[in-house]
């Protein structure tokens, strides 16, 4: 069953068609008890209709014999104040429902008789026969299904009970039937139609839904046929069909193309930074390699120092890499309070030309060791291209903390703005390895900066050089931005 049901076209053919048979079925019990409840109506208005005719008769003083009983072969009933049968169709055999089963007609009671059974009735009884005057009939009707057989046929019939006051025979009450086979009849024929008609329908819904729900999914069908293609292949420059209906399924194929646009540019980054990290790890290990190899045959000649620069230099480049890939990762930051300006006046203790300067206490939420890392990467930077002095400031912009470091180097042209924080990228003024580094140290704080909901940008210091600033959410910002 599951296998049966396991595409969404057959599930949405399913539902449709569950759908339609619960909506036909209220529809057709609904039209089949409007139909009965009509049809019972009518015959009930056709019995009133017989019975007030015959009561008519009888108010006007017409006799038992001479009443017309047997119109349209319908049964009749006269009945007196005793329950008992004065006048019958002559051809009534059986009859129940009226609560007279009597079917031949009772010597009349005497005028003084039916009087003095008017004094035994209980007031139940006559509040329910109405006050009525004679030659009066009376205008509330009673009325109740039974059967009854006439000349050897029976059927059922809907009875109306129509009570008269007579001058001479008391109350009597007239009980008239109408046949109910018509409404049998029309009932059954509905009934049958639907009872053929609705599975067909049914059919015809499923079979439309299933042709329509195939050609809605044949896009769909196309986007799984391409990405399956892609998967097998591993060539993420391929993209999917876009149809040209403008509706969810094209815009399902234009997302999953910025997706594979994303994944291919997220895996030539990776490619990329594979190989310029290799590139630069295959140069300090190359040196080592050498040194130690050269001093493996020659002690004398160890470069003991240039052996340590070049270990510490390659451990520098190991460890960026790592925090790189950790920010890669989606590693998130901490979520500590940390004094901006004490964490930069830490990073700038011992180095020769750093001032700084600014408020206290700006704090911001986030991981010290990280930014940390930050400010040391800026400094550093200054350093290397400034010509004298580096000047570090801390203050507060709103609910933002700033931090800026400016040189008075030769600045950074603006074309290079965004290229410089590329991951090994260094400028033809400092691609010299053992100046310049490996080229990670912007692109690690920009990470950084990206990941504590910050930004880092560079501009001209006012004074020449370049001027780097680095804006983080302060601490109730951002934990009010995070809540």
């Given amino acids: 069953m599951s296998r049966l049901f396991g595409s969404v076209r057959a599930r949405a053919t399913l539902a449709a068609t569950l759908v339609v048979a619960v909506a036909l079925v209220a529809a057709g019990t609904a039209v089949l008890l409007s139909l009965r409840s009509n049809l019972l109506g009518e015959a009930g208005t056709q019995a009133e209709r017989s019975a ?14 001479d009443l017309s009983l047997d119109v349209d072969d319908r049964p009749v009933q006269v009945v007196d104040e005793d329950g008992v049968l004065v006048a019958a169709s002559e051809d009534l055999e059986r009859i129940s429902g009226t609560g007279v089963d009597a079917v031949k007609p009772q010597p009349s009671a005497s005028p003084s008789a039916a009087d003095g059974a008017d004094d035994d009735v209980d007031d139940e009884e006559d509040e329910a026969r109405e006050s009525l005057d004679p030659g009066e009939v009376g205008g509330r009707i009673t009325v109740s299904d039974g059967s009854a057989t006439i000349d050897g046929d029976t059927e059922d019939y809907r009875f109306a009970a129509v009570p008269v006051k007579t001058d001479d025979r008391g109350t009597l009450t007239v009980y008239a039937g109408a046949p109910l086979s018509a409404e049998h009849g029309a009932v ?5 139609v639907m009872l053929i008609g609705f599975p067909l329908l049914l059919a015809v819904v499923a079979w439309v839904t299933w042709l329509v729900t195939r050609r809605a999914l044949r896009p769909v069908e196309d986007i799984r046929r391409e990405m ?6 591993e060539d993420l420059a391929r993209r999917v069909p876009v149809p040209g209906t403008h509706d969810e399924v094209a815009r399902l194929a234009t ?3 910025e997706t594979l646009a ?37 002690p004398e000649l160890l470069d003991l120092e240039g052996a340590v620069a070049d270990t510490v230099r390659l451990q520098r480049l190991a460890a960026d890499l790592l925090l790189l890939a950790r920010l890669d990762a989606g590693e998130r930051p901490a979520d500590a309070r940390i004094d901006l300006a004490a964490l930069a006046r830490e990073a700038a203790e011992g180095r020769a030309g750093v001032s700084v300067r600014g408020e206290d206490a700006v704090r911001v939420a986030g991981s010290r060791g990280q930014l940390g ?5 800026l400094l550093d930077n200054a350093q290397r291209h400034a010509r004298s002095a580096v000047h570090v400031s801390v203050r507060r912009d709103g609910d933002t903390a700033v931090v800026a470091v400016a040189d008075d180097g030769e600045g950074v042209p603006a074309a290079d703005r965004e290229r410089i924080f590329e991951r090994f990228v260094r400028l033809d003024a400092a691609r010299s390895r053992d100046d310049g580094g490996a080229g990670l140290g912007l692109a690690i704080a920009r990470d950084v900066a990206v990941r504590h909901g910050g930004t880092l940008t560079v501009h001209d210091a006012p004074a020449g050089g370049a001027l780097f600033e680095l804006r983080l959410p302060g601490a109730r910002a951002r934990t009010a931005r995070d809540g």
């Fill in 52 to 65: 007030r005719q015959v009561a008519t008769e009888l108010a006007v003083g017409t006799a038992y014999a």
């Fill in 188 to 192: 059954n024929t509905a009934l049958t």
């Fill in 228 to 233: 399956a293609a892609i998967t097998a292949s």
């Fill in 255 to 257: 997302t999953t193309n």
């Fill in 262 to 298: 994303a994944l291919e540019a997220s895996v030539e980054r990776q490619r990329g930074f594979v190989a310029d990290a290799s590139h630069e790890l295959r140069s300090p290990i190359a040196s080592l390699r050498t040194q130690l190899e050269v001093a493996a045959a020659h």
């Fill in 373 to 377: 890392r930050v400010l040391a990467n």
